[in-house]
Protein backbone atom coordinates (compact mmCIF):
# COMPACT_ATOMS: atom_id res chain seq x y z
CA UNK A 1 0.00 0.00 0.00
CA UNK A 2 1.54 3.37 -1.36
CA UNK A 3 2.14 6.17 1.75
CA UNK A 4 1.80 9.53 1.57
CA UNK A 5 4.15 12.11 3.00
CA UNK A 6 3.53 12.38 6.71
CA UNK A 7 3.05 8.28 6.86
CA UNK A 8 6.07 8.16 5.12
CA UNK A 9 8.47 10.78 7.61
CA UNK A 10 6.54 8.91 10.60
CA UNK A 11 7.87 5.34 9.42
CA UNK A 12 10.84 6.42 9.06
CA UNK A 13 11.12 8.35 12.77
CA UNK A 14 9.49 4.84 14.30
CA UNK A 15 11.53 2.04 12.05
CA UNK A 16 7.96 0.22 11.15
CA UNK A 17 5.45 0.63 8.30
CA UNK A 18 2.95 3.51 9.67
CA UNK A 19 -0.42 4.05 8.44
CA UNK A 20 -3.26 6.60 8.56
CA UNK A 21 -4.43 5.83 12.04
CA UNK A 22 -2.12 3.90 13.91
CA UNK A 23 -0.68 5.20 16.67
CA UNK A 24 3.47 5.41 16.66
CA UNK A 25 6.03 5.84 18.97
CA UNK A 26 8.46 8.28 16.89
CA UNK A 27 12.06 9.78 17.52
CA UNK A 28 11.64 13.56 17.47
CA UNK A 29 14.94 15.56 15.45
CA UNK A 30 14.25 19.18 17.11
CA UNK A 31 11.77 21.10 19.85
CA UNK A 32 11.51 24.62 20.10
CA UNK A 33 9.42 26.60 22.60
CA UNK A 34 8.89 30.32 22.89
CA UNK A 35 8.76 32.54 25.92
CA UNK A 36 5.01 31.30 25.76
CA UNK A 37 5.48 28.15 26.59
CA UNK A 38 9.03 27.43 27.38
CA UNK A 39 8.35 28.54 31.35
CA UNK A 40 5.59 25.79 31.18
CA UNK A 41 7.87 23.63 29.23
CA UNK A 42 10.93 23.78 31.91
CA UNK A 43 8.12 23.57 35.33
CA UNK A 44 6.94 20.13 33.50
CA UNK A 45 10.14 18.86 33.20
CA UNK A 46 11.14 19.21 36.44
CA UNK A 47 8.57 18.11 37.96
CA UNK A 48 8.72 14.68 35.44
CA UNK A 49 12.09 14.49 37.52
CA UNK A 50 14.34 15.52 35.03
CA UNK A 51 17.52 16.70 35.03
CA UNK A 52 19.49 16.73 31.54
CA UNK A 53 17.61 16.73 28.71
CA UNK A 54 17.88 13.93 26.48
CA UNK A 55 20.07 15.64 23.30
CA UNK A 56 21.19 19.45 24.26
CA UNK A 57 22.09 19.90 20.64
CA UNK A 58 18.16 19.32 19.14
CA UNK A 59 16.57 21.81 21.96
CA UNK A 60 16.18 25.23 20.97
CA UNK A 61 14.39 28.45 22.95
CA UNK A 62 13.28 31.70 21.70
CA UNK A 63 12.25 34.68 23.46
CA UNK A 64 10.15 36.15 20.73
CA UNK A 65 6.78 36.72 21.80
CA UNK A 66 6.93 39.62 24.54
CA UNK A 67 10.35 40.71 23.56
CA UNK A 68 12.16 42.79 24.91
CA UNK A 69 10.39 42.31 28.44
CA UNK A 70 7.31 44.93 28.58
CA UNK A 71 7.06 44.13 32.39
CA UNK A 72 8.59 42.78 35.64
CA UNK A 73 6.56 39.38 35.78
CA UNK A 74 7.61 38.84 31.96
CA UNK A 75 11.27 39.54 32.57
CA UNK A 76 11.78 37.05 35.41
CA UNK A 77 10.17 34.45 32.82
CA UNK A 78 12.82 35.17 30.64
CA UNK A 79 15.47 34.78 32.97
CA UNK A 80 14.11 31.44 33.89
CA UNK A 81 14.81 30.72 30.11
CA UNK A 82 18.14 32.03 30.33
CA UNK A 83 18.93 30.04 33.12
CA UNK A 84 17.86 26.99 32.30
CA UNK A 85 19.40 27.06 28.91
CA UNK A 86 22.59 28.03 30.51
CA UNK A 87 22.25 25.02 32.41
CA UNK A 88 21.67 22.65 29.73
CA UNK A 89 23.61 23.88 27.53
CA UNK A 90 20.82 24.38 24.82
CA UNK A 91 20.60 26.91 22.17
CA UNK A 92 18.96 30.43 23.18
CA UNK A 93 17.87 33.07 20.89
CA UNK A 94 17.62 36.68 22.91
CA UNK A 95 15.19 39.01 22.53
CA UNK A 96 15.34 40.72 19.49
CA UNK A 97 17.06 37.86 17.10
CA UNK A 98 13.60 36.84 15.35
CA UNK A 99 11.13 34.83 15.72
CA UNK A 100 10.95 31.13 16.19
CA UNK A 101 9.69 29.84 13.50
CA UNK A 102 12.14 31.93 10.99
CA UNK A 103 14.55 30.97 13.18
CA UNK A 104 14.63 27.47 12.63
CA UNK A 105 14.98 27.26 8.93
CA UNK A 106 17.07 30.47 9.02
CA UNK A 107 19.50 28.87 11.24
CA UNK A 108 19.12 25.08 9.87
CA UNK A 109 17.61 23.39 13.04
CA UNK A 110 15.04 21.86 10.98
CA UNK A 111 15.91 20.18 7.52
CA UNK A 112 13.71 18.33 4.81
CA UNK A 113 12.24 14.86 6.08
CA UNK A 114 12.87 15.62 8.93
CA UNK A 115 10.10 15.24 12.25
CA UNK A 116 9.60 18.41 15.00
CA UNK A 117 7.66 19.48 17.16
CA UNK A 118 7.02 23.04 18.94
CA UNK A 119 5.20 24.31 21.77
CA UNK A 120 3.44 26.69 19.35
CA UNK A 121 0.54 26.28 16.45
CA UNK A 122 2.15 27.61 13.65
CA UNK A 123 5.38 25.30 14.07
CA UNK A 124 3.40 23.53 10.68
CA UNK A 125 5.59 26.17 8.83
CA UNK A 126 8.36 24.06 8.68
CA UNK A 127 6.19 21.84 6.34
CA UNK A 128 7.91 24.56 3.85
CA UNK A 129 11.15 22.36 3.98
CA UNK A 130 8.96 19.19 3.15
CA UNK A 131 9.70 18.38 6.98
CA UNK A 132 6.66 17.11 9.83
CA UNK A 133 6.15 19.76 11.94
CA UNK A 134 3.94 20.46 14.46
CA UNK A 135 2.24 22.18 17.61
CA UNK A 136 2.27 20.34 20.44
CA UNK A 137 1.47 21.31 24.82
CA UNK A 138 3.73 22.47 26.96
CA UNK A 139 3.76 19.22 28.63
CA UNK A 140 4.12 17.21 25.74
CA UNK A 141 7.40 19.44 24.91
CA UNK A 142 8.49 18.52 28.28
CA UNK A 143 8.34 14.92 28.26
CA UNK A 144 9.99 15.06 24.78
CA UNK A 145 12.63 17.00 26.54
CA UNK A 146 13.05 14.19 28.79
CA UNK A 147 12.96 11.23 26.55
CA UNK A 148 13.00 12.19 22.56
CA UNK A 149 9.99 10.52 21.53
CA UNK A 150 6.66 11.08 21.38
CA UNK A 151 3.34 9.38 19.95
CA UNK A 152 1.39 10.26 17.14
CA UNK A 153 -1.61 9.41 15.99
CA UNK A 154 -1.26 9.56 11.96
CA UNK A 155 -3.57 11.83 10.49
CA UNK A 156 -4.89 11.22 7.27
CA UNK A 157 -4.24 13.45 4.11
CA UNK A 158 -5.80 16.28 2.00
CA UNK A 159 -3.94 16.95 -0.99
CA UNK A 160 -4.18 20.10 -2.43
CA UNK A 161 -3.47 20.40 -6.16
CA UNK A 162 -2.78 23.49 -7.58
CA UNK A 163 -2.21 24.65 -11.69
CA UNK A 164 -1.96 28.04 -13.65
CA UNK A 165 0.11 30.69 -12.06
CA UNK A 166 -0.42 33.73 -10.09
CA UNK A 167 -1.00 37.44 -11.68
CA UNK A 168 0.99 40.01 -10.82
CA UNK A 169 -0.21 41.64 -7.68
CA UNK A 170 -1.26 38.39 -6.07
CA UNK A 171 0.87 36.31 -3.67
CA UNK A 172 1.21 33.46 -1.80
CA UNK A 173 -0.35 34.96 1.01
CA UNK A 174 -3.15 35.83 -1.36
CA UNK A 175 -3.83 32.07 -2.66
CA UNK A 176 -3.14 30.60 1.40
CA UNK A 177 -6.11 33.12 2.48
CA UNK A 178 -8.16 31.61 -0.60
CA UNK A 179 -7.41 28.37 0.55
CA UNK A 180 -8.34 28.99 3.77
CA UNK A 181 -11.62 30.13 2.66
CA UNK A 182 -12.36 27.57 0.89
CA UNK A 183 -11.81 24.98 3.04
CA UNK A 184 -12.67 26.52 6.38
CA UNK A 185 -11.20 26.86 9.78
CA UNK A 186 -12.11 23.11 11.02
CA UNK A 187 -11.86 21.89 7.11
CA UNK A 188 -8.66 19.80 7.95
CA UNK A 189 -8.80 19.28 11.34
CA UNK A 190 -6.13 17.04 12.80
CA UNK A 191 -5.36 16.06 9.31
CA UNK A 192 -2.43 16.38 7.02
CA UNK A 193 -2.06 18.64 3.97
CA UNK A 194 -0.26 18.62 0.58
CA UNK A 195 0.16 21.49 -1.41
CA UNK A 196 1.56 20.20 -4.53
CA UNK A 197 1.27 21.08 -7.98
CA UNK A 198 2.52 23.44 -10.96
CA UNK A 199 2.07 26.93 -9.38
CA UNK A 200 4.29 26.24 -6.70
CA UNK A 201 7.09 25.25 -8.71
CA UNK A 202 8.72 28.23 -9.16
CA UNK A 203 7.60 29.78 -5.58
CA UNK A 204 10.58 30.52 -3.54
CA UNK A 205 11.04 29.88 -0.03
CA UNK A 206 9.91 32.44 1.68
CA UNK A 207 6.63 31.99 -0.23
CA UNK A 208 6.47 28.41 0.55
CA UNK A 209 6.69 29.12 3.95
CA UNK A 210 3.67 31.69 4.04
CA UNK A 211 1.55 28.55 2.33
CA UNK A 212 2.66 26.04 5.24
CA UNK A 213 2.45 28.68 7.75
CA UNK A 214 -1.63 28.88 7.60
CA UNK A 215 -2.33 25.54 7.19
CA UNK A 216 -3.28 25.29 11.14
CA UNK A 217 -5.86 28.13 10.04
CA UNK A 218 -7.56 25.16 8.58
CA UNK A 219 -7.32 22.73 11.37
CA UNK A 220 -4.05 20.68 9.85
CA UNK A 221 -2.06 18.81 12.40
CA UNK A 222 0.78 19.58 9.64
CA UNK A 223 1.35 21.08 5.91
CA UNK A 224 2.92 19.93 3.13
CA UNK A 225 4.89 22.23 0.29
CA UNK A 226 5.91 19.98 -2.71
CA UNK A 227 9.81 20.16 -3.04
CA UNK A 228 9.79 20.04 -6.55
CA UNK A 229 11.88 23.57 -7.42
CA UNK A 230 13.10 23.98 -3.95
CA UNK A 231 16.39 25.95 -3.72
CA UNK A 232 18.20 25.11 -0.64
CA UNK A 233 21.69 25.69 0.55
CA UNK A 234 22.42 22.30 1.10
CA UNK A 235 21.71 19.33 -0.52
CA UNK A 236 18.25 16.92 0.55
CA UNK A 237 16.38 14.04 -0.38
CA UNK A 238 13.27 15.13 -2.01
CA UNK A 239 10.52 13.14 -0.26
CA UNK A 240 7.26 12.28 -2.52
CA UNK A 241 4.42 10.61 -1.74
CA UNK A 242 3.68 7.38 -3.59
CA UNK A 243 0.99 7.08 -6.40
CA UNK A 244 -0.69 5.15 -5.02
CA UNK A 245 -1.45 6.80 -1.79
CA UNK A 246 -4.50 7.07 0.02
CA UNK A 247 -6.17 10.62 0.74
CA UNK A 248 -9.09 11.49 2.41
CA UNK A 249 -10.12 14.16 0.08
CA UNK A 250 -8.56 15.88 -3.36
CA UNK A 251 -9.21 19.32 -4.02
CA UNK A 252 -8.24 20.91 -7.51
CA UNK A 253 -7.66 24.84 -8.11
CA UNK A 254 -6.70 26.95 -10.95
CA UNK A 255 -5.09 30.26 -9.53
CA UNK A 256 -4.42 32.75 -12.32
CA UNK A 257 -7.66 34.31 -11.92
CA UNK A 258 -6.92 34.68 -8.55
CA UNK A 259 -7.21 38.24 -6.79
CA UNK A 260 -5.90 39.99 -4.06
CA UNK A 261 -7.54 38.33 -0.47
CA UNK A 262 -8.71 39.83 2.24
CA UNK A 263 -9.70 37.70 5.52
CA UNK A 264 -12.68 40.38 7.44
CA UNK A 265 -13.15 40.36 10.88
CA UNK A 266 -13.55 38.29 13.09
CA UNK A 267 -12.24 34.63 11.72
CA UNK A 268 -9.58 33.41 9.15
CA UNK A 269 -11.80 31.73 6.83
CA UNK A 270 -14.10 34.97 6.51
CA UNK A 271 -12.48 35.72 3.09
CA UNK A 272 -13.05 37.85 0.52
CA UNK A 273 -12.06 39.10 -3.18
CA UNK A 274 -10.36 42.22 -2.68
CA UNK A 275 -12.90 44.25 -5.50
CA UNK A 276 -15.33 43.27 -2.37
CA UNK A 277 -13.46 45.39 0.69
CA UNK A 278 -11.67 47.70 -1.05
CA UNK A 279 -12.28 51.28 0.27
CA UNK A 280 -12.96 50.64 4.42
CA UNK A 281 -11.16 53.07 6.38
CA UNK A 282 -8.08 51.54 8.26
CA UNK A 283 -6.01 53.28 11.01
CA UNK A 284 -3.23 51.08 11.32
CA UNK A 285 -1.22 48.23 9.19
CA UNK A 286 1.68 45.76 10.17
CA UNK A 287 4.16 44.10 8.66
CA UNK A 288 5.36 41.21 10.11
CA UNK A 289 4.64 37.94 11.58
CA UNK A 290 6.26 34.20 10.92
CA UNK A 291 3.87 34.08 7.98
CA UNK A 292 4.87 37.69 6.39
CA UNK A 293 7.83 39.16 7.82
CA UNK A 294 10.87 38.16 5.66
CA UNK A 295 12.87 39.41 2.95
CA UNK A 296 10.80 39.39 0.36
CA UNK A 297 7.51 40.68 2.21
CA UNK A 298 9.70 43.96 2.93
CA UNK A 299 11.21 43.92 -0.60
CA UNK A 300 7.11 44.17 -1.83
CA UNK A 301 6.66 46.70 0.58
CA UNK A 302 9.37 49.01 -0.42
CA UNK A 303 8.75 48.54 -4.21
CA UNK A 304 5.17 50.33 -3.53
CA UNK A 305 6.52 53.07 -0.96
CA UNK A 306 9.06 54.13 -2.58
CA UNK A 307 9.31 57.73 -3.05
CA UNK A 308 5.84 58.21 -1.57
CA UNK A 309 4.49 58.73 2.03
CA UNK A 310 1.88 56.94 4.03
CA UNK A 311 -1.44 58.11 4.94
CA UNK A 312 -0.97 60.77 8.04
CA UNK A 313 -3.69 58.93 9.53
CA UNK A 314 -2.00 55.63 9.31
CA UNK A 315 0.41 54.22 11.46
CA UNK A 316 2.39 51.48 9.80
CA UNK A 317 4.34 49.73 12.29
CA UNK A 318 6.95 46.56 10.75
CA UNK A 319 8.31 43.49 12.57
CA UNK A 320 11.22 41.92 10.63
CA UNK A 321 11.31 37.91 11.10
CA UNK A 322 14.66 38.23 11.92
CA UNK A 323 17.64 40.08 12.70
CA UNK A 324 19.46 39.17 9.73
CA UNK A 325 16.23 39.56 7.54
CA UNK A 326 16.36 43.16 9.05
CA UNK A 327 20.15 43.41 8.30
CA UNK A 328 19.51 42.64 4.78
CA UNK A 329 16.53 45.24 4.53
CA UNK A 330 19.49 47.91 5.78
CA UNK A 331 22.31 46.72 3.44
CA UNK A 332 19.80 46.72 -0.12
CA UNK A 333 17.77 50.02 0.92
CA UNK A 334 14.60 48.50 1.69
CA UNK A 335 14.77 49.69 5.22
CA UNK A 336 15.28 53.39 4.47
CA UNK A 337 13.03 53.21 1.84
CA UNK A 338 9.93 51.77 4.38
CA UNK A 339 11.37 54.47 7.09
CA UNK A 340 11.37 57.04 4.55
CA UNK A 341 7.69 56.45 3.77
CA UNK A 342 6.35 56.85 7.42
CA UNK A 343 6.77 53.67 8.78
CA UNK A 344 7.99 52.00 12.22
CA UNK A 345 10.23 49.27 12.73
CA UNK A 346 9.95 47.48 15.79
CA UNK A 347 12.25 44.92 17.22
CA UNK A 348 12.08 41.08 15.49
CA UNK A 349 9.36 39.28 16.96
CA UNK A 350 5.37 38.03 17.29
CA UNK A 351 4.50 40.83 19.79
CA UNK A 352 2.16 42.82 17.61
CA UNK A 353 0.52 39.56 15.72
CA UNK A 354 -0.47 38.53 19.02
CA UNK A 355 -1.32 41.40 20.99
CA UNK A 356 1.05 40.65 23.82
CA UNK A 357 3.30 43.63 23.19
CA UNK A 358 3.78 46.78 21.03
CA UNK A 359 0.89 47.73 18.78
CA UNK A 360 -2.14 47.26 20.25
CA UNK A 361 -4.97 48.86 18.16
CA UNK A 362 -7.78 51.50 19.79
CA UNK A 363 -11.34 50.63 19.79
CA UNK A 364 -13.41 50.66 16.48
CA UNK A 365 -10.31 50.86 14.51
CA UNK A 366 -9.20 49.17 11.46
CA UNK A 367 -6.00 47.46 10.91
CA UNK A 368 -4.70 45.79 7.50
CA UNK A 369 -2.26 43.45 8.86
CA UNK A 370 0.11 40.34 7.08
CA UNK A 371 -0.60 38.19 9.87
CA UNK A 372 -2.34 34.82 10.14
CA UNK A 373 -5.19 35.01 12.74
CA UNK A 374 -7.63 38.39 13.12
CA UNK A 375 -10.05 36.53 15.91
CA UNK A 376 -11.93 39.00 18.17
CA UNK A 377 -9.52 40.33 20.10
CA UNK A 378 -6.20 38.64 18.05
CA UNK A 379 -3.93 42.13 18.40
CA UNK A 380 -4.90 43.15 21.44
CA UNK A 381 -8.07 44.58 21.59
CA UNK A 382 -11.48 42.89 21.39
CA UNK A 383 -12.82 46.00 20.23
CA UNK A 384 -10.80 46.64 17.28
CA UNK A 385 -11.24 44.89 13.60
CA UNK A 386 -8.42 43.26 12.21
CA UNK A 387 -7.97 42.40 8.30
CA UNK A 388 -5.90 39.89 6.71
CA UNK A 389 -4.19 40.54 3.67
CA UNK A 390 -0.80 40.00 1.83
CA UNK A 391 2.47 42.20 2.25
CA UNK A 392 1.53 44.14 -1.11
CA UNK A 393 -1.88 44.85 0.36
CA UNK A 394 -0.67 46.55 3.44
CA UNK A 395 1.23 48.51 1.65
CA UNK A 396 -1.27 50.10 -0.60
CA UNK A 397 -3.12 50.46 2.36
CA UNK A 398 -1.08 52.12 4.52
CA UNK A 399 -0.24 54.77 1.60
CA UNK A 400 -3.96 55.95 0.74
CA UNK A 401 -5.56 55.13 4.18
CA UNK A 402 -7.86 52.81 3.16
CA UNK A 403 -8.41 49.46 1.98
CA UNK A 404 -6.51 48.88 -1.69
CA UNK A 405 -5.65 46.74 -4.65
CA UNK A 406 -1.57 47.03 -5.17
CA UNK A 407 -2.16 46.03 -8.55
CA UNK A 408 -2.08 49.46 -10.07
CA UNK A 409 0.78 50.57 -7.25
CA UNK A 410 3.03 47.84 -8.54
CA UNK A 411 2.52 48.18 -12.19
CA UNK A 412 3.74 51.93 -11.94
CA UNK A 413 6.87 50.24 -9.82
CA UNK A 414 7.93 48.20 -12.27
CA UNK A 415 7.85 50.94 -15.06
Partial sequence: MGQTLIEKIISAHADQPAFQNDIAIVDVDAVMASDTTAPLTIKGFHEMGGTKVWDSSKVVFVIDHAAPAPNERIANLHSFM?????EQEITLYDAGSGICHQLMVENGHVKPGQLVLGADSHTCTYGALGAFA??????????VLLTGKTWIKVPGTIKIELSGKLQLGVSAKDLILFLVGQLGIDGATYKAI??????????????RLTVANMAIEMGAKAGFVDTEGLNLSYEFND???????????????????????????????????ITEVEGITIQQAFLGSCTNGRLEDLHEAASILKGKTIHP??????????????????????????????????PSGCGPCVGTHLGVPGNEEGIISSTNRNFRGRMGNRNSNVYLSSPATVAASA?????????????????
Avoid at 194 to 202: I, K
Avoid at 245 to 257: L, N, P, T, V
Avoid at 329 to 338: H, N, S
Avoid at 400 to 415: C, D, R
Wanted: cysteine-free; glycine content about 6%.
Fill in 82 to 86: RDFAK
Fill in 134 to 143: TGVGSTDLAA
Fill in 194 to 207: EFTGEALTNFSLDS
Fill in 239 to 273: IKPDDDAIYEKIYSFDISELEPQISIPHSPDNVKS
Fill in 313 to 346: EVRFMIAAASREVYLKALQDGTAEILTRSGATFL
Fill in 399 to 415: LYGKITNPLALIKEAIK
